[in-house]
T-cell receptor
Framework: EAGVVQSPRYKIIEKKQPVAFWCNPI?????LYWYLQNLGQGPELLIR????????DSQLPKDRFSAERLKGVDSTLKIQPAELGDSAVYLC????????????FGPGTRLTVT | RKEVEQDPGPFNVPEGATVAFNCTYS??????FFWYRQDCRKEPKLLMS???SGNEDGRFTAQLNRASQYISLLIRDSKLSDSATYLC??????????FGQGTTLQVKP
C-alpha cells in the first residue's frame, strides 16, 4: 500500500516569493494534517482536515499561509509571500477516522528561503 | 512553559545498554500518550502507545504516571538500529497531537 506522498521533496526560493506544497494521503484516510518542523523541534500542527473541512487551523498564520482540500483527498499548502523564518520541513500526515493518534507521515518538503 | 518537555540529549550509550527517557507534560487534561520515533531526516513513525498500567513491546517499555505528569520509555539491550530521535506525544481532549522536541539517542558499537 502506498504511503503519504508529498511533493516537492526540496524547494529553495527567495524571500517574498510564493511556494506551494502538495500532499496525497493514504487511500481511505479521511483526516489530513499539515505540520511544520523546525530543526531540533517536534512537529507543530498547522491545520487539520476532516474530509474537506478544516476543523483546526488555529496555528496557521493566515496572513501568508493558506491550505485547501477541495475534494477531501489531496491537499495543497501555500505560502505567499515566503519569509526567511519559513525555512523548515513541512510534513503532511493522514489517519483513519477515530484513530488520530496513529498518524502516518509523508517524507516532508524541506523549504529553504534565501 | 511548553506543554511537553523532553531532554534533547543526545544520549550516547554502548550497544547492549539499557537507556531510559522521561517526558513531562503540563496539561493534566491530556487524554492519551504515545512515543513516536524519527530517524535522521526521515518522517516520524508511531512506536507505541503509553498506558497507565505500563506496556511492553519487545525491548521497549513505556509507562505513564498521571499523578506526576510524566511518561517514560525504557529501551533494553540497545541496538545500533535504535539510534534515532524519540518524540514524546500527547493527545488533547480534541484529539490534537502535541509533540515534544524529541530526545536523541546514539547507540555506539
Amino acid at each position: 500500500e502506498a504511503g503519504v506522498v508529498q511533493s516537492p521533496r526540496y524547494k529553495i526560493i527567495e524571500k517574498k516569493q510564493p511556494v506551494a506544497f502538495w500532499c496525497n494521503p493514504i487511500s481511505g484516510h479521511n483526516t489530513l494534517y499539515w505540520y511544520l518542523q523546525n530543526l531540533g523541534q517536534g512537529p507543530e500542527l498547522l491545520i487539520r482536515y476532516e474530509n474537506e473541512e478544516a476543523v483546526d487551523d488555529s496555528q496557521l498564520p493566515k496572513d501568508r499561509f493558506s491550505a485547501e482540500r477541495l475534494k477531501g483527498v489531496d491537499s495543497t499548502l501555500k505560502i505567499q509571500p515566503a519569509e526567511l523564518g519559513d525555512s523548515a520541513v513541512y510534513l503532511c500526515a493522514s489517519s483513519l477516522a477515530g484513530r488520530g493518534y496513529e498518524q502516518y507521515f509523508g517524507p516532508g518538503t524541506r523549504l529553504t528561503v534565501t | 512553559r511548553k506543554e511537553v518537555e523532553q531532554d534533547p540529549g543526545p544520549f550516547n550509550v554502548p550497544e547492549g545498554a539499557t537507556v531510559a527517557f522521561n517526558c513531562t507534560y503540563s496539561n493534566s487534561a491530556s487524554q492519551s500518550f504515545f512515543w513516536y520515533r524519527q530517524d535522521c531526516r526521515k518522517e516520524p513513525k508511531l512506536l507505541m502507545s503509553v498506558y497507565s498500567s505500563g506496556n511492553e513491546d519487545g525491548r521497549f517499555t513505556a509507562q505513564l504516571n498521571r499523578a506526576s505528569q510524566y511518561i517514560s520509555l525504557l529501551i533494553r539491550d540497545s541496538k545500533l538500529s535504535d539510534s534515532a530521535t524519540y518524540l514524546c506525544v500527547l493527545s488533547s481532549n480534541t484529539g490534537k497531537l502535541i509533540f515534544g522536541q524529541g530526545t536523541t539517542l546514539q547507540v555506539k558499537p
